[in-house]
């Protein structure tokens, strides 16, 4: 059943028990909608406890509904007519009260929440804003810069900052239901505090939102709906409460019906379907308590501060003392760089790094249950580490290689036991970037392809099964995205006009700067090493560039010129000059057409992926670059994007 009454006393407590996560589709609404009536009519009932079954509270709209037209009773009204019940309802929060399921929160007269619960409205994550008085209500609980704040970000807040803010009336621990009904009976002896939409809300003034619109156009980069929320928000802080529900639901109603919100919601399913996928369904995973990782530089230290931050104790194994001591720097570093943004406490960083020990003796990968290698990207190296590791490890260890373009059939040959050998690769920064390509080779058993997932969901990463190729998916991709780019050059397209072009579309940078930023130099070495196995492999602008010294910001410029100490890119006259024997004059391109050629290369490399079985579904390449290489989320990924 989906929603339960029952009785303490002249309480009665209300219990959704609507699976996986509450969500308000139609038959819920519905079900509330007539408990409402119910309890009104009921003389013995002085006041309701709304609680929830399950992991959380409701969790929202019901996003499959979202496809097709919405059928009443509608959200809003559901929320009015709690909050003009004949007696008080509670809301009891446990888990997340997200969106919807907030906004029936905030029709209840009063909101308890469990300590460890959140509240929020992430409506803007799925590209539409609140569409049952979020935008209204929020301001009148908690003002308008904390409404601004939680609407335009999306981001939920814990209990304790809720209470602060005077989204919830009281954080509770224990028994949330019988705490409720406590804080209920309470409440009965006092006067009733005013139902939200009643109270009253303070304007700020037109200079103050004009200062927000700027913060948050600067940040959405193309993308709708934050901007659309504000507009809501300053709606419902300037006119009265039914204009402004009127007005928020219309946004709602032409934002859901979007391509941004399509393509959102695109990417929410995808995003939920990655972790767990169907041809795993049922092979349990290995339990990973210990890891180690191999290897302490960029890639080793950012993977064991993921472990770290989940939890594991790590094991870090490095070349030689000095190395050793440099790992523990870096991972130092990681961790000092999250206490200055605010995001660990000093304490919290210590007790991670507590839970490192670095060193070069094997003897300890003995018990790991779990061993990552991020050393060199050389395969006589990562060959003689697996050797090793073949002798230290448990034979039941799952042994990992983070390489970027090595075939890890190769690195894994003569490994013993081959079943529990497998590719995990890594993004840049590991401990930041949520892509995890996870790549078995052909021995690699399932149970160890489900612990690499397991291992991506208890890390918060998204993990995409690849198949080998030179670069797997997402570099595979980035290859041609670049040659597309080049491509455009060479036929006359200034370099700044594909970056601008691109950064319109909504990357944060485009492929030149980025290159630039992270030096050309690592993609010529790769394609001299194949150059040099006998491969043709045909020179690139950027081989021009980084054989005349410039491979990027490092060196004082690249595809651009860079000042002293500023990262600002400046067209640059001695790049022309070196390729101009290579660049032709074309047709001058508008911004869509030259973001039409590239994101349609990258698309067209996906479908070469999906045909060759590399990728094994279409949202996979959608993911893979939304989550490792800043393709515009609201885009839907370039497979999405085209349709
Ligand atoms: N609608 C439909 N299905 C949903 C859903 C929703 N709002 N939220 C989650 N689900 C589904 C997921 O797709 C998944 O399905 P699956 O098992 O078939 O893959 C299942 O519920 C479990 O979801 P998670 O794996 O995300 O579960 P977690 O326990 O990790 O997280 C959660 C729980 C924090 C509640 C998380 O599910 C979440 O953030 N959900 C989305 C919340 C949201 O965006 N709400 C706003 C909706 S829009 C809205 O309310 C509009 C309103 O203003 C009118
Ligand atoms: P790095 O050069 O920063 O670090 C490599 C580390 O391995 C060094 O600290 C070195 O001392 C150590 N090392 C070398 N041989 C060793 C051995 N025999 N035993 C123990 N430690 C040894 O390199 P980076 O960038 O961290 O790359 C590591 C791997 O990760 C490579 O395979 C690379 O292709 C891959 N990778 C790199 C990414 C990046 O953006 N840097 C992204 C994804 C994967």
Redesign the pocket.
Same mark, same amino acid.
């Given at each position: 059943m989906t929603v339960r009454i029952d009785r303490d006393g002249e309480i009665a407590v209300v219990t959704v028990d609507n699976p996986?996560?509450n969500?308000?589709g139609q038959v819920l609404r519905q079900a509330l909608w007539d408990v409402v009536g119910a309890l009104d009519r009921d003389a013995c009932v002085r006041a309701v406890v709304l609680i929830c079954a399950g992991?959380?509270f409701i969790? /929202?709209?019901?996003?499959?509904e979202f496809g097709s037209p919405p059928l009443p009773p509608h959200?809003p009204e559901l929320v009015d007519r709690i909050e003009a019940a004949a007696k008080p309802w509670v809301a009891a929060i446990h /888990?997340?009260a997200? #969106? #919807? #399921?907030f +906004?029936v929160a905030m029709g209840c007269r009063f909101r308890v929440a469990l300590e460890s619960a959140s509240v929020g409205l992430? +409506?803007v994550?799925?590209g539409?804003v609140? #569409?049952?008085s /979020?935008t209204v209500r929020t301001p009148r609980l908690a003002g308008v810069e904390a409404a601004v704040e939680l609407v335009t970000s999306g981001r939920p807040v814990k209990a304790g900052k809720a209470l602060a803010l005077g989204l919830v009336d009281a954080v509770v621990s224990g028994n949330l239901r019988a705490e409720a009904v406590t804080f209920a009976r309470a409440a009965l002896t006092r006067p009733l505090p005013p139902p939200v939409s009643a109270r009253p809300v303070t304007a700020p003034g037109a200079d103050w939102w004009d200062i927000q619109r700027q913060a948050i156009a600067g940040r959405a980069r193309g993308e709708l709906a934050p901007l659309r929320a504000l507009d809501c928000l300053r709606v419902a802080a300037e006119r009265p409460f039914a204009e402004a529900v009127a007005h928020e639901r219309a946004t709602?109603l032409d934002l859901r019906a979007s391509d941004q919100a399509a393509a959102l919601r695109h990417l929410f399913?995808a995003e939920?379907?990655a972790?767990?996928p169907a041809h795993l369904a049922g092979i349990e995973p290995r339990p990973l308590r210990k890891a180690a990782v191999i290897g302490g530089g960029t890639m080793g230290a950012g993977i064991a501060a993921a472990l770290r931050e989940a939890g594991r104790p790590v094991v870090l194994i490095e070349r030689d003392a000095e190395a050793a001591e440099r790992g523990l720097g870096n991972l130092r570093a990681i961790f000092d760089g999250a206490v200055r943004r605010g995001r660990l406490t000093a304490a919290q960083a210590q007790e991670r790094m507590d839970g490192v020990t670095a060193g070069i003796d094997d003897s300890r990968l003995a018990d790991a249950d779990l061993v990552i290698e991020a050393v060199f990207e050389d395969l006589a190296v990562k060959r003689e580490v697996f050797a090793r590791l073949a002798r230290a490890c448990r034979a039941d260890a799952i042994l990992a290689t983070n390489t970027s373009y090595l075939d890890p059939r190769q690195i894994a040959e003569g490994l013993p036991e081959p079943g529990r050998f497998i590719g995990l690769h890594f993004f840049s920064p590991a401990h930041v970037m949520k892509l995890l390509e996870i790549v078995p080779i052909p021995a690699t058993s399932a149970e160890t392809l489900a612990t690499g997932f397991a291992l991506a969901r208890s890390l918060g990463k998204i993990p995409v099964q690849a198949g080998i190729c030179e670069g797997f998916i997402g570099n595979r991709i980035l290859k041609r995205y670049r040659a597309e780019a080049e491509a455009l050059v060479r036929r006359g397209t200034p370099i700044a006009a594909v970056d601008a072009a691109m950064r319109r579309y909504g990357f944060a940078m485009g492929p030149f700067e980025a290159q630039d930023l992270g030096g050309l130099d690592i993609a010529f070495v790769q394609r001299e090493a194949a150059r040099a196995a006998g491969k043709d492999v045909p020179e690139t602008l950027g081989d021009i560039l980084v054989r005349a010294g410039r491979k990027g910001q490092k060196t004082g410029g690249g595809w651009y010129d860079y000042a002293p100490g500023d990262r600002t890119p400046q067209p640059s006259e001695a790049t022309a000059a070196l390729l101009a024997g290579r660049i032709a004059p074309g047709p001058a391109l508008t911004d869509d057409a030259i973001a039409a050629r590239l994101t349609g290369a990258m698309a067209d490399e996906g479908k070469a992926l999906l045909a060759e079985g590399i990728a094994r579904k279409s949202s996979d390449i959608d993911l893979v670059e939304v989550h490792g290489y800043g393709f515009p989320r609201w885009r839907g990924g370039p497979m999405f994007a085209a349709g």
């Open positions: 996986p996560v969500a308000l992991r959380t969790a /929202g709209a019901d996003v499959t959200l /888990g997340s997200l #969106g #919807g #399921g +906004e992430p +409506e994550t799925l539409i609140p #569409g049952a /979020g709602f399913f939920r379907a972790a767990r």
